[in-house]
C-alpha cells in the first residue's frame, strides 16, 4: 500500500469525452422530464415518480462524469463521504416527510377538520 | 469505472467533505419544503406560480455553465489557457443570465404579493430556491476573483483553486437538477 503523501503531486486527466457525455445526457433527461411534466399522458402519480427517477439518474451521471465521483485512486474518501451523506439525506427527507405526515393525522382534534383532512386523502 | 483518474488532494478531499455538509443543508431545505407542500393559506400554490419554459431557461442556462465548467478545467489540463479563460467567463456570463432570471422571478412573486411571508409553501420556497441562488451568487463572486487572479498572472495553484470552484460549481448544478424537478416540475403537477 503506497503513502498518501506521494499521491498529491499526481494531477489526474480529465477526458472531453466525460463532459460531452455528461452534458448531452442530461440535455436528453432535462428535456424529458420537461415533457413528462408538460404532456397530458402520464397520470399524476406516474409522471411525478419518472420525473423523480429521471432526476435522480441525471444526478448520478452528473456525479459521475462532471464530478468524478467513484474514479478515485483508492482509499475512495470521496465516494465513502458521499455515501455517507447520501444516507443521511435520505434519513432527513424521508424521515421527516413520515413523522409529518403522522404527526398531522395524529394531531387532528376537530371532526371536521379531520374529515376534511381525510377526504383530501386519496382513496377515502 | 475500474480506470482510477482523480487524485486524492488533501485540499480538495476537504472541499468535498464541506461540499457534503452543504448538501445536508439542501437536504433539510427539500425536507421543509416537501412537508410544506400544501400549506398555501388559501394562496396560490406551485401550479399557479411557477411559468415553466421560463424555469427550463434557467436550467439551461446554468446546465450550459457547468459544462462549460468543465471544459475550462479540460482546456487547462491541455495547456489552452486562453481557451480557459473564455469557458470561464461564458460560465460566469451564464451563471449571470441564471441569477438574472431567478431574481426577476422572485421580484414579480413578491410585487403580486406572493412573496415568502404569504404562506408556509411560499417562504420555503424562497427560502429553498433562494439558499441555491445565493450559493451561486458566491460561486460568481469566487469566479471573478478567479479570473482576475488569472489575468494578473496565476501560479502554481491555479489548478487547485480552478478545480475547487469546479467542484463547487457542478454541486450547485446538481440541487438545481432536484430544485427544478420537485419544486417546478411537481409543483406544475400536483
Known amino acids: 500500500m503506497s503513502k498518501v503523501t506521494s499521491v498529491e503531486s499526481r494531477t489526474a486527466p480529465v477526458h ?12 436528453l433527461l432535462t428535456g424529458s422530464a420537461y415533457f413528462v411534466a408538460t404532456s397530458d399522458m402520464p397520470a399524476k402519480h406516474e409522471a411525478m415518480f419518472l420525473i423523480g427517477i429521471l432526476a435522480v439518474v441525471q444526478c448520478g451521471l452528473q456525479l459521475m462524469y462532471f464530478l468524478h465521483l467513484g474514479r478515485e485512486f483508492k482509499p475512495r474518501y470521496r465516494l465513502m463521504a458521499f455515501v455517507f451523506a447520501l444516507s443521511m439525506l435520505l434519513i432527513v427527507v424521508f424521515g421527516s416527510l413520515w413523522i409529518m405526515q403522522h404527526l398531522n393525522y395524529n394531531m387532528l382534534y376537530h371532526p371536521a377538520q379531520q374529515e376534511k383532512y381525510l377526504r383530501g386523502q386519496d382513496g377515502l | 469505472m475500474s480506470q ?5 488532494n488533501r485540499t480538495t478531499l476537504g472541499f468535498w467533505i464541506y461540499l457534503m455538509t452543504d448538501c445536508m443543508l ?26 415553466l419554459p421560463y424555469v427550463m431557461l434557467e436550467t439551461m442556462a446554468l446546465l450550459i455553465s457547468s459544462f462549460s465548467c468543465g471544459l475550462a478545467v ?8 486562453q481557451l480557459m479563460v473564455q469557458l470561464l467567463v461564458l460560465t460566469g456570463l451564464l451563471g449571470l443570465t441564471f441569477l438574472g432570471l431567478e431574481l426577476s422571478e422572485f421580484h414579480k412573486l413578491i410585487v403580486e404579493g406572493n412573496g415568502p411571508s404569504r404562506s408556509g409553501f411560499l417562504s420555503s420556497y ?14 460568481l463572486i469566487w469566479l471573478a476573483t478567479l479570473l482576475v ?6 501560479g502554481k495553484s491555479l489548478y487547485r483553486r480552478l478545480t475547487l470552484f ?4 457542478h454541486f450547485l448544478d446538481v440541487v438545481w437538477i432536484f430544485i427544478f424537478s420537485v419544486v417546478y416540475l411537481w409543483g406544475h403537477i400536483a
Open chain 2, 166 to 169: 469546479s467542484l463547487f460549481w
Open chain 1, 16 to 27: 472531453i469525452r466525460d463532459y460531452l457525455l455528461g452534458f448531452g445526457a442530461s440535455l
Open chain 2, 74 to 81: 479540460w482546456a487547462y489540463q491541455n495547456n489552452r489557457r
Open chain 2, 4 to 8: 482510477e483518474v482523480t487524485t486524492m
Open chain 2, 149 to 154: 487572479q488569472i489575468l494578473k498572472g496565476a
Open chain 2, 26 to 51: 439542501f437536504a433539510a431545505l427539500f425536507a421543509t419544503f416537501a412537508v410544506l407542500r400544501a400549506s398555501t393559506n388559501g394562496g396560490p400554490a406551485g401550479s399557479d406560480l411557477f411559468d
Open chain 2, 126 to 139: 424562497f427560502t429553498l430556491v433562494g439558499t441555491h441562488g445565493l450559493h451561486i451568487t458566491v460561486g
